[in-house]
């Protein structure tokens, strides 16, 4: 009599790692828009970023030996930690209608993915510098504001800025004179076709629902520079498989080993206003 068994399902457990692992990837948002250290190969739990002082150049006199600057480095630890997520496979989904491989391997990615995303979010109240205050709409001259902020201090290449949603749906009013659409102009149009906020002042605008809203319905975002933030990462994605016989199931065990921290305060600017429609 043939029997299903872990070796007939390889395949399946081979789609669901490989769905899960591309929904990971597909779906973190800020992790691409953040400063990256892949430390695999790095012994211990800890990482030390080293910080160097910017240092002034001067004029020279003919014949005069240049003196020398001190230069004294700081640095910013971060400590990497495990999160994961498990869901059960039982016998009878996996004889059962439908696509387990994409449906699981979504939820897992998803959970991972969200995971990563939420815990970079969390580094936005940490930037000393903030616009905005509790119950006051955001506007496109917020973000003007922001990135002069951070040209002041120095930031020369890119920027992105991450809100909530509610944020988005105020900035594309306030682009469009509330969806009027008055001027026509190529930001205006993207806008009211899309629903894309585009790049403004600089600033690559994105949106993300894991933007906590608080009590009084104010929410936290940020406009930063990718050297504002990072992430350690230890071991990226994995999934792994174990049989619970008596449960007539097979665990799915997805885990990740990471740390995130920031880097240089004045890279970041926390955006604070209100977040209701």
Same mark, same amino acid.
């Given at each position: ?5 872990s070796t007939?399902?390889?395949d399946l ?14 779906? /973190?948002?800020?992790? *691409? ?25 001067? !004029? ?9 600057? $001190?230069? /004294?480095? =700081?640095?910013?630890? %971060? $400590? ?12 009878? @989904? ?23 995303? /939420? +815990?970079?979010?969390a580094l936005? +109240? *940490?930037?000393? *510098? ?11 001259? !917020? ?19 991450? %809100? ?21 102009? +190529? ?9 894309? %906020? ?19 319905? !104010? ?12 992430? @350690?990462?230890?071991? !990226? ?8 016989? =008596? ?16 880097? +240089? ?10 977040? @209701?429609?």
């Amino acid at each position: 009599m043939a029997a299903t068994t872990s070796t007939t399902l390889n395949d399946l457990f081979s789609n669901i790692i490989l769905a899960a692992r591309y929904t990971a990837a597909e779906s /973190s948002l800020l992790q *691409g828009l953040i400063t990256n250290y892949e430390i695999g190969n790095v012994a211990g739990k800890t990482i030390q970023v080293p910080k160097y002082p910017s240092i002034a150049a001067a !004029d020279l006199t003919e014949g005069t030996d240049m003196s020398s600057t $001190t230069v /004294s480095t =700081s640095s910013v630890t %971060v $400590t990497v930690g495990e999160v994961g997520a498990q869901v059960l496979l039982t016998d009878i @989904a996996a004889m059962g209608a439908g696509n387990p491989a994409q449906e699981l391997g979504t939820v897992l990615g998803n959970a991972i993915a969200e995971k990563i995303d /939420s +815990d970079i979010i969390a580094l936005f +109240d *940490g930037f000393s *510098g903030a616009l905005g205050a509790a119950g006051q709409e955001i506007t496109v001259a !917020d973000l003007f504001k922001a990135a002069a902020t951070l040209r002041a201090n120095k930031v020369t290449g890119a920027m992105a800025a991450v %809100v909530h949603p509610f944020h988005a749906y105020q900035l594309s009013a306030n682009l469009t004179n509330t969806f009027a659409n008055p001027n026509g102009g +190529d930001l205006q149009n993207e806008a009211m076709r899309n629903g894309f %906020v585009g790049s403004i002042g600089g600033i690559d605008v994105y949106q993300s629902a894991l933007i906590s809203v608080d009590g009084n319905g !104010d929410a936290k975002g940020a406009v930063f520079a990718p050297e504002a933030l990072c992430i @350690a990462m230890k071991r !990226d994605f994995n999934l792994e498989t174990e049989r619970n016989a =008596s449960l007539r199931a097979f665990e799915l065990n997805a885990t990740a080993v990471y740390g995130v921290g920031e880097l +240089d305060d004045s890279y970041g600017v926390e955006m604070f206003f209100d977040a @209701a429609l």
